[in-house]
């Protein structure tokens, strides 16, 4: 029997045994049906496993090394859990946006040309009446090498030479500040390869080498890294929460994870190699994991007893005097502490404990009230308030594929209770008050107390009523956004950015993508011209404000 005939047996047997069935047969029917689905499920999942399998060992044949490797498998074509069409659909339709391309907007005129008519094709009575205006949209892209001559004196009592300077931005080696601007665009506007970067270039006659386009999309990071942390200081400030999420990046071979922080203002791109709870400290400060500092106080004790930390190491916690230490430091008194003894969960606790109440008391940058980001556990703690996705959460359900037709009918009619309530969310945000938030919290332990007799449904319900207090974060905070989407399509800029150069070579390039996608990104989202910021910056013109400016303006509503 094939999979996909099972939905049509049981539609034709609950038929059958509609009416029939006796009360005290009802229990046992359910537990039965509910055994179909969880068989089913159980081999969906090998066919799917099988199917990846096979994948693997195609691309292995191929010898392809521009794909998935062996820690991350290509997909299996899963189906669509999207719930995009559940939710637009109770959402009020969204203004068209103030930057949006295809409204016309006034064009810089570089040339005028007059279209006139040959008066031997006039009739004789023909007369000349106002003239009709088109404007057509043109660029010229050609080699334009310049010849500067130096004037050159020498010294022989300071014993040195003496140069005429070079016009600022023509001053960083053989390429000028357009081309390297536009290399720049084409990497991070375009999304396009070096290689092709290259080919593109070499077809207008420009002498450049790979080694030469590589390093410039590299080492020209340098120059910005002041703006990407002036941005990322002028992001945090900018809102009381900021959206969080990650996703996969290759490094020297190995897999590292790209994080984007971003709110309505700016999207920050930083990769490392993990993703753990010491890795999100990190991205909240900027900083490497390696650069932590560990705060050891009264409060750092407090986490500790929360966490139920075994009592000999409360107390040798407790022993010591309230200090910072750098992760050097610390790992020097943990080695000296756990010796051969490794306890690696133990550890992790004081590490992540004292990381945490260092990043909350610090003030070098500011700390973030309110994280949006999905239920993974690397997020719990790191801030006061943590604000689950509903889109996420809603991903769950759509993930439930019932088999038994009186399950999917049951599936369908809470999925329409689910969305239901995030409009209503929605509309609380617009005009909070306290009695209609008493309200929603009743209403969400009323729709998640609810039992199907769908095993899977119910245990997903109860699995989503225990985060009651992550996804209610907005009847406190009716400012914080109900879904994490601004991350989601920030990480998609990597993801695509992926599929076209499979990794950086050296963390440095890494580095130097992060910058550079950051800014962009962030152009993007102020309305400002990519291409024109980088540059203005080359240029060293400084003709538009700095991002961080451009942001709390923004911000503020200017």
Known sequence: MK??????????????????VPPEAESAVRRLLNLVEQLVAEQRHLLAEVQRLQELLEQKKRNKTTGSGPNQPPSSGSSDQSSEKQRRKREPPRPPSATDRRTFKDLVIQEERECPLDPQQLPPDARRCPDETLVVQDIRIAPHNIRFVRHVYYSAEAGKFFRGPLPPGYDAGDFGPDLRSLILALKYCGNMSEAKILELLDNFEVQISAGSVSHLLTDTADDFAGEYRDLFLAGLSSTTYQHLDDTSARVAGQFWHTHILCNPFYTLYATHPHKDRLTILAVLQNTQTEELQFRFDATTRQWLKQWELPQVWQERVAALEDCTLSATKLKTLLDAWFGEDHQPQTRLDIEQAAAIVYYRQQTEVPVVPTLICDDARQFKFVTEHLSLCWIH?????????????????????????????????????????????????????????????????????????????????????PEVPLHNNPAELGSRVSARRRDVSLQSKVPRGARAMDIFTTLVQSCKKLGVSAYAYLRDRLLQAHEIPRLAILLRTAAAGG
Do not use: M
Not at 7 to 14: F, G, N
Not at 430 to 441: I, V
């Open 3 to 20: 999979l996909d005939e099972v939905p049509e047996i049981l539609t034709a047997v609950e038929a059958q045994l509609n009416g029939v």
């Open 393 to 477: 959460e809603g991903r769950h359900y759509a993930r439930l594929t019932p088999v038994v037709p009186s399950h999917a009918e049951q599936l369908s009619r809470f999925q329409e209770r689910f969305w239901d309530y995030y409009a209503a969310l929605q509309r609380y945000r617009d005009g909070p008050t306290p009695a209609e938030a008493e309200r929603l919290r009743q209403e969400f332990e009323t729709l998640f107390s609810t039992q199907t007799g769908y095993d899977a449904l119910d245990a997903r319900i109860a699995k989503t009523r225990r985060k009651q207090a992550e996804l209610l974060t907005v009847l406190s905070h």
